[in-house]
């Protein structure tokens, strides 16, 4: 799904006419599986559309032909990351009220019991759900990313400022094809990934936030790792 063959994407790089359009056309259905995710904003979903439009235009003319990686899975966190600062600059990225609570008292626990303390203990001091205490930890956070500005005014991305050698370059590319393959774990594989590969947690520490051994995060985390590895391949 999403394909593109990589004449076209330099033709839409060199500006040849027509070949950006062609691409827009044949990605559209990413943009849009994109834009649902935002339902309910207060914007129509055809502005939120035009918006993600423009962060694929942003990809296709950064994206570099030599990645072993669909431009799809590279466009995402682009057309994602439009859309959050198109939102978060008109002020439209709000948590309720009851999460605002709740991530109040979490920041009190953790003052308590200290930060490591397992998001499972903390849906019991707090009587709610393990999902409840995720949501409140995760949408209080800032939206960060390497795919923002480095400069206010600069069309360059924080990620094209740093100084990335061929190893680096491919542990990057990994990365958002993993974001994209982690919705298909099971959710412990999910909680795990997402703790050790973009909140830069240790073995050591997920095992205390989840509540289980440090062998054990290793052994999933081996299989995952494994199992995304010959997905890739395929």
């Given at each position: 799904m999403y394909e593109n063959n990589t004449e076209e994407i330099i033709?839409?790089?060199n500006k040849k006419e027509g070949a950006m359009e062609n691409l827009l056309?044949?990605?559209?259905?990413?943009?849009?599986?994109?834009?649902?995710r935002f339902a309910g904003r207060g914007y129509e979903q055809e502005e939120l559309y035009q918006i993600g439009a423009i962060g694929l235009i942003k990809a296709i003319q950064r994206f570099?032909?030599?990645?072993?990686?669909?431009l799809s899975t590279y466009a995402v966190p682009y057309i994602i990351g439009e859309i959050k600062r198109f939102l978060r600059d008109d002020g439209?990225?709000?948590v309720s009220r009851r999460i605002k609570?709740?991530?109040?008292?979490?920041?009190?626990?953790?003052?308590?019991?200290?930060?490591?303390?397992?998001?499972?203990?903390?849906?019991?001091?707090?009587?709610?759900?393990?999902?409840?205490?995720?949501?409140?930890?995760?949408?209080?956070?800032?939206?960060?990313?390497?795919?923002?500005?480095?400069?206010?005014?600069?069309?360059?991305?924080?990620?094209?400022?740093i100084n990335i050698g061929i190893d680096e370059e491919s542990t990057?590319?990994?990365?958002?094809?993993?974001?994209?393959?982690?919705?298909?774990?099971?959710?412990?594989?999910?909680?795990?990934?997402?703790?050790?590969y973009f909140?830069?947690?240790?073995q050591c520490q997920?095992?205390?936030?989840?509540?289980?051994?440090q062998v054990q995060v290793s052994r999933i985390e081996k299989k995952v790792l494994e199992k995304m590895r010959k997905k890739l391949i395929c």
């Open positions: 033709q839409a790089q056309q044949i990605n559209s259905g990413l943009i849009w599986s994109i834009v649902r570099d032909t030599r990645y072993e990686v669909k439209l990225i709000k609570e709740l991530a109040t008292k979490i920041r009190d626990v953790q003052k308590q019991y200290g930060e490591d303390i397992t998001i499972q203990k903390m849906a019991v001091i707090l009587k709610t759900t393990k999902e409840e205490i995720t949501v409140a930890l995760e949408y209080t956070k800032p939206i960060e990313s390497i795919y923002e500005e480095a400069y206010e005014n600069e069309e360059m991305y924080k990620v094209e400022k990057i590319v990994d990365k958002i094809t993993l974001k994209e393959m982690v919705e298909n774990l099971e959710k412990q594989e999910k909680e795990i990934v997402l703790l050790r909140k830069d947690k240790t997920v095992a205390r936030i989840l509540g289980i051994s």
